[in-house]
Nanobody, 125 residues
């Protein structure tokens, strides 16, 4: 049974940092794209960052403009993707979801094959 489990959410003051991790189990995700989306109250779910598989077993990253320069996504191993969030702002408050695609390339705006349960990030001013 495939599972994606997020960890690392919490509450922090503006300007602080958090690191989210997502560990997948149930199969090998080495050629899967894995990444993060978020959903704030009353808003649609939006892309945050993702890693896509590339030839030579490397991964390349893509980060949303709204968090570029503050957030960094990394593929720690085949089954783990992390999101380092620095200089957090109240607008970053949301539930953050990990997702994975059997397609090696993350396609924004598309559905995803697997989802985590989400982890809450709250940034206070």
């Amino acid at each position: 049974q495939v599972q994606l489990v997020e960890s690392g959410g919490g509450s922090v003051q503006a300007g602080g940092s958090l690191r989210l991790s997502c560990e997948a189990s149930g199969r090998t995700f080495s050629r899967y794209a894995m990444g993060w989306l978020r959903q704030a109250p009353g808003k649609e779910r939006e892309f945050v960052a993702a890693t896509s598989w590339s030839r030579g077993n490397t991964y390349y990253a893509d980060v949303a403009d709204s968090v570029k320069g503050r957030f960094t996504v990394s593929r720690d191993n085949a089954n783990t993707v992390s999101l380092q969030m620095n200089r957090l702002e109240p607008e970053d408050t949301a539930v953050y979801y990990c997702a994975a695609d059997s397609s090696s390339v993350w396609v924004k705006g598309s559905g995803h094959d697997y989802w985590g349960q989400g982890t809450q990030v709250t940034v206070s001013s």
